[in-house]
């Protein structure tokens, strides 16, 4: 099995399905083509929260701004799953979570490397670009990958080990008594404002003060009235701060990247 | 075979397709994740008008605005097919439809089941939440479904029978000599508006008056000048108000549940 | 394995795939369904760039703006691959480049012939439409063509040769000394504003003065700072006008269909 996340919209990704189906049988399944546009932060957020629930599997990532700049084509072993990506740090959230106790083994991709060009029916010759690497670069690796016994990944000539790359940490959230101090991570497509403050710090709390509007705590949306705001602990685990039927994002003026703070009240307080 | 529907946008479907890859090996295939947000009159439309198409399969279908209330966890037996899904309606009318002359067969899923717990890769655990039950209760119990024996489903320690579900009726229009009362039940994606009134009564009409519009009956949207009005029957077999290489829902000024009155002209009449 | 290509956006591809699943058990792969509305110039465009990528295949297309007229329904056997969809041009230039030297062979479908009338479960009659023939014409058309030895083809009853087909000549730019003048194809979901002019036409040349504003040429997009502007070989092989982490059309102002005029400089110049 291969999945395929990227910011590439339509029609881009087709181009990747053709190059990886002419090399493998492998099953296709698409995570998502509409991450925000080359934000490496909201992609290894939404692949760490999304990836560990599939099987063992190649997951293919193409979310890179720096596309045809010396930054590495990466492919890592993590746990019992292969990525294949950018070197900018969008697979290392992820990956860490995925490898559990393991360790993380990383190899570059000789991306000149005869064995990627891309092979096209019919008369014309499938040059690589500078601009697509997607196509030209990470969907043959993928495939390569896939198709390669995960021992035996050192073996191949495309690739050879590293372990000088990049990191990305998503930011943590202070909790002290009855304050957490986070940011926005993401809003996600319901309009759900999904902060990096812990679900367990609601724990008891009636209701909190978020950047001074006080809104109640709930286990669901549909505990207020629709329009009305809430605060839950959202589906992955962290504080939430939603409108139900609504969106959250408008009604507390938040996007990612915004300090967050929340008092945390109770009745008995 | 499972397919998936929902309201959910991206990338939570993705989650959900993990959690069914964990679990079986069936093809998956999408019916669509931008329904109309929480509108359980509009997916009950679609879906009655799309999965009489496909083969016999599990139907995996969230469009559930009660997530985390104590509104039931569905499987439907209709025909030759399963339907899992919230208990809000929207399975009843694709249940019916997919049942033709046979009986509906409910069961309840036991949403609290150590069965239905999602496996993550790694170290990290995965906690049932109260907002994604698409991810923590419908994927799961879909694929235990589909893995199951249609005729043993009784005897699966998560599903009890029930017969105690929520039902939704499609609302149906009036037609009486040269006039029909319906409303409006969705705008599609091209903004043709699909209207409740059956194909059958612009049969020798020549044109209708909708709303106090006059408008030609045509087959084809071609037989109109780009950018004028027209009435057809639609590919669902209701009349729909459309605009050639426009949006009808914009010409006509008519959104999902308007009333829609329209006068039935024969140049005999 | 058949790919799907259209304009529909959504769910109506579903119910193409319900068709195709009826009669096929064909990987299903999707290209697109987010094509410019009704632009046949634009989805042969994206066709010819994309599908070349892939191995093999049975192509279904439908962009279709003469739905239901008397416009023919078409089957294309191009080298290894077979491509299905109305006569209006779409089909023609990827299938002159999967044809490579070979001749393309054209088969009329009979649209009314009893072996496509789609299957419905339960109890409704599947009629047909006059606005959906995706999915009560091409769809069942793609399956049996798939499921048929592209040698027999003629055999088939719903099939008879033609040659008396649409054609479609995406137009060509013209290059002379220090000017190129062309007009813009179309412009991707990134905004970036793909030209007709060859790539090659900025070789060795350091900025391009387009319809008078000067833009430095570049080999990627972060070779210039978040907002600038750039002309660059696109991943097609054309000249591109992007903006590095912006959109190019409205930077330039251009849309598909505009005119091109690029003088080409360089330094030595």
Redesign the interface.
Known sequence: ?I?L?SD?????P??M???L??RTDAR?????H??P??DVRAAAF?LR????????ATHLVVVD?????DRDALVVRA???TLVGPDNGVLRPVAR?????GALEYFRIDDDHDDLV???????T??K????HG??VFAPAAAIVHETDRESLAARAVLSPTDDVVDLVLPEATVADDRATGEVLVV???GNVVTNVPGTSLEGRDAVRANDERVPVE?????VDPGERLA????H?YV?LDVN?GRGEEAFGLEPGDVVVLELESESG
Chains 1, 2, 3 share one sequence.
């Open positions: 099995m999945t996340a590439f919209g339509s029609p881009y087709a181009a399905k053709g190059v189906l002419e296709l399944v698409d995570v998502a509409d991450f546009r080359q939404w929260e999304t990836l560990p629930y599939f099987p063992p701004p720096g596309v045809g700049t746990g019992q799953c979570e995925l490898a559990g106790d891309p092979v096209r029916l019919g008369n014309a499938a040059a670009s500078t601009t697509f196509r030209d996600d497509d319901f286990r669901t949306f549909a505990a839950t602990v959202g589906s685990g939430e039927r």
